[in-house]
């Protein structure tokens, strides 16, 4: 079954439709694969949570970066050939990102729970999971692997599906950055009781294009109740220069997520440091 609310309101694109498909049958045999105590066993010797929401806040740059660790995406295909996780992880610490996020879906973007589990024991910072997440299971996974946050994507789950994955973040103490990319699932986010951060993706579902002026279109749309809920707003997905960081950072959004621009980069400390201390142009 593909989540018959979210068909219900407007078409789910065939690629992400793949995506889910795919993912459910991952899941499938994970929970095959995974007995309760096993998990429980996994879930009690996880590292500590880590408060994600505060070193994000935190952060001496305006806007803070959460810095991601993928290899590659399967609109982009191979972004770092000479990929190594910690070690990509440890550059963006040094450069100042204040997060990470890690990709952990294999098929479509080679990524992997061992991923975050290597950077958790040997960076600092706290982590993102960045995951197709269908299923609560995949959430105690995260955590087990030492997950400090998960990303909850609205236009794959219906309003139920959001409301308990959200109880499953928070009850293990983390963080939940739910994902919107267009007006009804921003307003379907915003009437849910208890929804503290969320991320306008720049892309889009059905050809994976990114346009930074979502960002822009979301927030002048919805600033006030979002300042009024003190909801905290992240833009993710085609920010690649220190113009379009200033230009989400206008719209009024207090953290961005960067993977592929700063990926392509042979020295991703020094990309970094120059992105976050460049002087930002003034847009009008
Ligand atoms: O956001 C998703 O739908 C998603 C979920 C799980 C893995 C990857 C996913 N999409 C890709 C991205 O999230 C982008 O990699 C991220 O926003 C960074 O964008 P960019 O700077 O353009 O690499």
Redesign the pocket.
Known sequence: MIYPGTIHNHQMPVTLQEIIWHKKLEVAKMQQDMTWASLQRQLSSAPTVRDFSTALQQSIYKPSLIA?V?KS?FYHSLIRPDFEPVTIAQAYKRGGASCL?V?T?KKF?QGGFDHLRAIRYRVAIPLLC???IIDPCQIYLARSAGADAV?L?AAILTDKELKNFLRVIYYLGMNAII?VNNLHDLDRVLELEDARIISI?N?SYSDFS?NIHITQELMDARRSQLQKLGILVIS????ETPEDLSFVAEAGVQTV?????LLKEHDLELAVKNLLQSKFPIHH
């Open positions: 991601e993928k995406s996020s990709v879906d973007f960045k995951d197709f990303l994507i994902q993706n892309q990114s993710e997905s085609g920010i997520i960067m993977g592929e621009s």
